[in-house]
């Protein structure tokens, strides 16, 4: 079999093809590796299991960054990184929503993995469409990098202020309640099963969908909506669409292993959100603050040293004020 040389050494997206084939061989081969193998069987994911999976997933996400760093520069790298660990902090916000959705619809914890292994096949389509409109807005249109920037800063400020309030209940939620009108569920589980075919009210066999694809399909959801903060975010660190995507999926890839160790302890980091609000508004305002100060952006090395600083801050003040909760499984 020949390998067409030209195709793999053309430019596309500003990075030669091969640099993209090999980052979707990489992720097609870890969740083949997730599903065909680790998790072939339906079982429940433990906090020993969970840990492990995503230490190898971070491994791994390091382990790119490395390549990233000596095939493109210590530039290149550092916006990784960066952009990595702020992707992976705020992708942590949506183990809350998860397990919100998860109680709601009474999923298993058996079930759990499979629904959040289809979501993330799910969002790496979602994530490459969005990211490739914002690059060619930004390529563009300069300008909407300022506008991004704004909305970082709006957000985070709207964020630490609503600190206190309440998450909408999903039993609430309008789009549920259209989707239970117009598509025939099942009362009950099927199994691990998305789709079932039973009697319906007239008596025929018809297709009907579980409760699991409709948990599959909030969480799906639930990604649009962190996706709005996350992906101009990691465009206000880089305009490079090869390092916005591989942080953003190496990211989200690397927190479904973790989702089933946060789940028991996500109390314990109660003022995590506060830290990723002030992650935002230093985001947003470094984009808008680097032409007062004559400066194209602010150096990568100076991103990553504070973000990592302000996560810590916040990882840190949340497990000191939490130290006296005993741990609750959700």
């Given amino acids: 079999m020949e390998v067409d040389v030209d ?18 061989g990489i992720v097609g081969l870890l969740l083949a590796l997730d599903l065909g193998v680790l998790n072939r069987k339906d079982h429940e994911i ?3 299991e969970s840990l492990l999976l995503s230490s190898m997933y971070i491994a791994i996400a390091l382990a790119f960054g490395g390549f990233v760093w000596w095939e493109l520069g210590s530039e290149k790298g550092l916006e990784y990184l960066t952009g990595f660990a702020i992707e992976k902090s705020l992708a942590m916000d949506n183990v809350f929503v998860i397990a919100m ?14 629904v959040l292994f289809w979501g993330i096949v799910g969002v790496i389509v979602l994530r490459a469409l969005m990211i490739a409109g914002g690059a060619a807005l930004v390529s563009r249109y ?6 991004f920037a704004a909305f970082l800063v709006f957000t985070g400020i709207k964020m630490f202020a609503a600190r206190h309030e309440n998450e909408q209940d999903i039993a609430d939620n309008r789009l549920l309640a259209w989707l239970r009108r117009r598509l025939p569920v099942t009362e009950t589980l099927h199994g691990h099963a998305f789709f079932v075919r039973q009697s319906n009210k007239t008596g025929r066999t018809a297709l009907h969908v579980t409760p699991l694809f409709l ?24 305009t ?24 028991a302890v996500i109390h314990r ?12 508004i230093f985001i947003g305002g470094k984009v808008i603050a680097a032409p007062l100060m004559g400066l ?9 040293s504070v973000t990592a600083a302000i996560l810590a801050a916040g990882v840190g003040y949340s497990l000191w004020r939490t130290r006296s909760e005993d741990a609750k499984p959700v």
């Fill in 296 to 304: 194209d952006k602010i150096p990568p090395a100076v991103s990553l």
């Fill in 240 to 263: 490079d669409p090869y390092i916005v995507y591989t942080s953003n999926i190496f990211a989200i890839l690397g927190l479904r292993a973790l989702y089933f160790a946060l789940a």
């Fill in 46 to 48: 433990g906090v020993r």
């Fill in 142 to 147: 300069e300008w909407v990098l300022y506008l």
């Fill in 101 to 114: 959705i998860f109680g709601a619809f009474s999923i298993p914890r058996i079930y759990q993995h499979r």
């Fill in 7 to 24: 195709f793999l050494l053309a430019e596309w997206l500003g990075k030669p093809a091969w640099m993209w084939v090999g980052f979707i």
């Fill in 269 to 280: 980091f109660a003022y995590l959100k506060q830290a990723l609000a002030v992650l935002l």
């Fill in 215 to 238: 948990a599959l399909v909030m969480i799906e959801l639930a990604d649009v909506v962190f996706a709005v903060d996350s992906v101009p975010a990691i465009f206000a660190i880089t």
